[in-house]
Each structure stands twice: as C-alpha cells, then as structure tokens.
C-alpha cells in the first residue's frame, strides 16, 4: 500500500517537473568549472579568494575557544562572551545601539517579520522584496501585507494613503511597517531611501511608522568602509530594522540584525528561527571576526573603488556592444530582443542583460569560460527574463571584455541562425519566452 502511494506521489512530482521543464524554468544544481571567470557569485569584494583575509580568520580560530561546536540553541547552551563581544562590535561599526547574530539572512527575515508586527499592524513592502520577507509575512499576526511599486515613492505613497483608512493606524494605535532592499539582487538597483523616509514622516507623523531595510547586498558594497547604503546617507536613526548578511561580500555566512535594544529582547523572546535551532559555531563566528576586522581597518576600502570603476567599464563595454549590433538603447531594456540592457549606468555590481533568450545566453557564456546565469520566472516577473552578471573586485578589464565579447558572438551567431539581418528581427522577437 505504502510503495502504491509512494508511486502515485512520485508520479505526481514528476509531473511537476516536468511542466517546470516545458517552460524553460527548471531549476539544477551546477558547479563553476576550474578556471572559469566568476560572473555569477556574490563575492562582490573577492574577499573570499583573499589570502589576508584567510590568514586573519585561521589566526582569530586558533587564538580562540578550543571548542568547534555550537553548543545548542542560542538561549540554551549556544551562546557565549565571544558572540556578544562580536554584536558590540558589529552595532558600533554600523552606528546601531545593538546588533543580534542569526544563522542566515533568510532565518533572519522570516524571523523578524513573521513576529515583530502585531495585530492589527500593516505590512507594506516593495513588491520586489526578498522571499524570506514574503515567509514572515505569511506567518505574521500584521492584518494586511500590501505590495507597492517597486522603487516608486508614488506607488509607496499611495498605498500609505490608503492604510490611513483605518482609524487605528490614523490615530497611531497600529504600525505600518515599510519593507525595502538595500540593492535588489536581480536588478541591481536601490531604493530612493531619503524620498522614503520623507514620505514617513510626512504621512506617519505618530511614530508609527517603521522602516525595516535588508542590506543583504549592500553590505560592502556602499557607506564608509562598506557600512551599507543605510550609513552612506545618513540615515541610522530612521530605520528600525536593519538586515547585514556576511554571506555575500563579506566572504562567510551568517547575519546580524541592527535595532534597538527593545526590539532585539522581542526577537530573542518571539523569533523562532532564532529560538528553536542551533546557533551559529564557533568557526563562523570566527569568519565573521575576521571580516569585520577587515572592514574597520579599511582593507575593502580600495576593493570598493576598484569594483565601482569596474563597473562603470562593463556598462560602457555592454552599450557599445548593443550600439554595434544596431539594437536601440533606452532608459529601460527589453526582453524581446537577443540583448537589451539600461542606459542609465548601474550603482551596484549587480548587472542584468534582458534577452529573449537567458538560458542560452548564460550556457554559451559559460561553455566559454565565463560563468554567468540565465534568470527566469518565477525568480523574476515574465517578460523579465535576463542574463544576471555581477562584478567583483578581483575581476579585470581583460576578463569583462572578454565577456561582453563573446555576448556579441552569440548574438550575431543566434541572428545569423534565425536569418535576420539584426537582433531586432521577427524571429528574434518570436523567440520571446
């Protein structure tokens, strides 16, 4: 009976699967081949190929506890002297009264948002936001979750309008709590944080409302010595909630989230990620340390204008390239052409090419060397289908030339295929996911 129920499951799921195949959008898992050039990871600063930093972290392992494990939950046999020290240091790094270590910027998220509003709160977030925030919100007590437009003061102020029906929220009895991105990791982009402070205060002018900001990838990337985009404008004090991982620029794994001292108590009572799993191990604290050592000595401070300059190299490369292929260049790309990227120059390492076709784009580029990654739905909305590129410290102007080399290369192979005298043709348009 068991192996019959077992079949019919298996059946089902391969069905699933199947579908998801059918549409291009099965996902896999994949290993970069040796030699290859990173365009794809999240190592923004190339701290994890760093020597210095490798010797840093094996120092600060071997001058510490001579116990690898975790220990147990947080609250039980996991913590110690050493994570609180660590979280002191972190909040004065970021200019935050305190900071509470998580295991992972997801587990801290779902976290965060699935017990901080209460009832009768109002979550309103960039309808862009993170997976992890959409996990919390599922499970939160808040009575409305309410997309607005992504990046669009407008569309943000509009729906805080429309929360000001509710005479609770009106009077400042309820919260609205206001969900954004430091950097969105498929478009690369920042929200217009100063426009949405101001709308805050001008519409919540109670203190009832509250930003949250995940700085996921902004981590490293932007502020004084990679401080985040929060502390490069000035803007500590107006955010309740700030998300920092260590698993993208920093070169190691784990999060911390900077609030109030308040704030951090609730979590520890309430968030369930943090109470009911093992903390994080002595060794990753230990890479934490090191990161973060590196960071306030202001060693990434010469990796961060080496990567800003970088990127604006890639961006020039790929405008030239869409120029010569005689496709037309916009404030906004298109994904109904072989490849189709921005005018406006992006201000983080994080690119996108829009193409008709990203998965054959991403392996093209990658049975040449290049290791970047095709973007399909459901991780980006259709008709956002895009090849996604991120830049890294360590990477040369050789090694972007070579990539946007060989994007022209497929695109002018794929036109030469389809029998169109350019990448704008019928059939280039027909190939539209």
Known sequence: MKR?????????????LLRRKSSKTIRALSTRPTGSVDFSSNDFLSLATSQELREGFLAELNAGSSNLGSGGSRLL???????????????????AETALLCNSGFDANAGLFSCLPQ????????EFIHASVHDGMKLSRASKC??????????????????LRDPTIKDGTRNVFI????VYSMDGDVPPLRAIVDLIHE???????????????????????????????????????????????????????????????????????????TFLSYPSLAAIRASYTFLTQGKTVPLQANLHALIDHLHTRLLDLQYSLHIPVSDSASNTVLMSVPAERPVSPIFYVLSSEPKALAAYCQAKGFVVRGIVPPTVPRGG???RICLHAGNTTEEIDGLVRVIGEWVQHQTRQSGTEDATGPKARQAKL
Request: hydrophobic share 40%; glycine share 12%; proline share 2%.
């Open 4 to 16: 019959g129920c077992g079949s019919r499951l298996e059946d089902a799921l391969a069905k699933t």
């Open 179 to 182: 969900a954004v991105e430091g």
């Open 203 to 277: 519409l919540l002018p109670l203190g009832n409302g509250h930003l949250i900001v995940d700085e996921a990838h902004s981590t490293g990337v932007f502020g004084s010595r990679g401080s985040g985009l929060v502390c490069e404008l000035g803007l500590e004090k107006e955010v309740l909630v700030r998300l920092h991982t260590f698993g993208k620029a920093l070169a190691c794994n784990g999060a911390a989230l900077l609030c109030s001292d308040t704030v951090r108590q609730y979590l520890i009572n309430y968030a369930r990620p943090l109470i009911y799993t």
């Open 119 to 126: 009832q009768g709160d109002i979550i309103v977030y960039d």
């Open 146 to 163: 309410l997309p607005f437009a992504h990046n669009s003061a407008a569309g943000l102020r509009e729906v805080l309008i429309d929360c």
């Open 385 to 387: 289908e895009r090849v």
């Open 77 to 95: 046999d996991g913590n110690s002297t050493y994570a609180e020290a660590l979280e002191k240091d972190i909040a004065s790094f970021h200019g």
